[in-house]
């Protein structure tokens, strides 16, 4: 049965996270493995920086996120992740390029990776299928068109 209206349980009160109030958007997702947050952000100047909780030392410190990219600071990014502990971070450029990286927690990350066949997009999110673990992509552009892409193997 769906709850409508509520999120359910207590919510505690709003903290700030440390690093700066200079930030344009954020995303979370969860490790499959550990159950332990992370972060993703774009501050204003373009640059995307990453965090995760650890079980004994608690937040650690925002890092770089490599590439040397400047990322839009009018869109999100977005972090999905898999049953099996890989990820999708889908970020847009601040030129409109849909950038797509993949990985393991704990294992490391792959390259980015340009996603052809648009232009000028204007927003984009990822997800996994459950049934067999494969990534989406799901990308509206700048006319409001909405395309998606699936990973078929």
Excluded: C
């Excluded at 650890?54 to 992740?81: C, E, I, M, N, Y």
């Amino acid at each position: 049965k769906i709850r409508r209206g509520t999120f359910g349980g207590k919510w505690g009160g709003w903290s700030t996270h440390a690093g700066g109030a200079n930030w344009a958007s954020a995303t979370s997702g969860y490790n499959s493995e550990t159950n332990l947050p992370r972060m993703f952000a774009v501050n204003k100047s373009g640059q995307m920086y990453y965090r995760y909780l650890t079980s004994s030392k608690g937040w650690s410190d925002w890092s770089p996120v490599a590439g040397g990219t400047q990322w839009s600071t009018d869109t999100k990014v977005d972090l999905s992740t898999g049953e099996d502990g890989e990820f999708t971070i889908t970020a847009l450029t601040n030129n409109g390029t849909l950038q797509v990286r993949n990985g393991s927690f704990g294992d490391g990350w792959g390259d980015w990776a340009a996603h052809k066949g648009g232009a000028n997009w204007s927003s984009a999110t990822s997800s996994f299928n459950t049934g067999n673990n494969l990534r989406r992509i799901l990308t509206i552009d700048k006319e409001g068109q909405m395309f998606y892409r699936y990973r078929l193997k």
